[in-house]
């Protein structure tokens, strides 16, 4: 009983230091330093922080990034993203064999950072969407097919902060490069 005891205590600390917002800043730097010398490869145009850690709440429950793209591979991975009955190992899983046929190991890329320990805890949540959302009605409605929220592009974009490769932080304003419009936002 003492056993169990112990390494139940055991993950409420590991837990708890992961779910630190400190920590949780730091994971998102790291993971933006690793991907953005690929970033051409995966046809990533930005990466933006959004939810509680873009917040700077107290006790963020996870780790929200969203990865602004024009790779047909994260359209595909979106649907299988969203399930609830796949595990998120699982999902990490697919989406690195799908990238390796692009020749980017994300296994390697990701190994022992604060990224993939928060991935193995279930709280890393990346969030996928196509450059073509300002451009293209049938996307946006392809896109908002998933959220619950109308608005929800609109919210994390208001608050939301761009990477910048020049200071190695999040402290760019979203709202200033992507503007959410009237023609964007849900009807």
């Known amino acids: 009983m003492s056993i169990v005891t112990k390494d139940i205590r055991k993950e409420i600390e590991a837990y708890s230091r992961i779910s630190s ?3 949780m800043m730091e994971a998102a730097r790291e993971f933006a330093t690793r991907i953005c010398p690929i970033r051409g490869v995966l046809q990533i145009e ?3 922080l959004f939810g509680s850690v873009a917040k ?3 006790s963020p429950a996870d780790l929200d990034l969203l ?3 024009n790779n047909p591979i994260f359209d595909r991975f979106k649907e299988l993203g969203l399930r609830r009955d796949v ?4 999902k990490y899983a697919t989406l690195a064999g799908w990238l390796n046929q692009s020749g980017v190991d994300l296994f390697q890329v990701l190994r022992g950072s604060r990224a993939e320990q928060l991935i193995t805890w279930g ?3 990346l969030s996928y969407l196509n450059k073509k959302f300002f451009t293209s009605q049938e996307y946006r ?3 908002r097919q998933f959220n619950k929220n109308p608005d929800f592009e609109a919210n994390i974009f208001s608050y939301g902060l761009l990477w910048n490769p020049q200071t190695a932080r999040y402290d760019l304003s979203a709202h200033s490069r992507y503007i959410i419009s009237s023609e964007n936002r849900a009807a």
């Open 141 to 143: 409605e392809w896109i």
């Open 56 to 58: 700077k709440r107290n």
């Open 123 to 125: 709280i890393f949540n």
């Open 87 to 90: 595990e998120d190992l699982q």
């Open 67 to 69: 990865v602004i793209h």
């Open 21 to 23: 917002p400190d920590f």
């Open 46 to 48: 930005d990466l933006m």
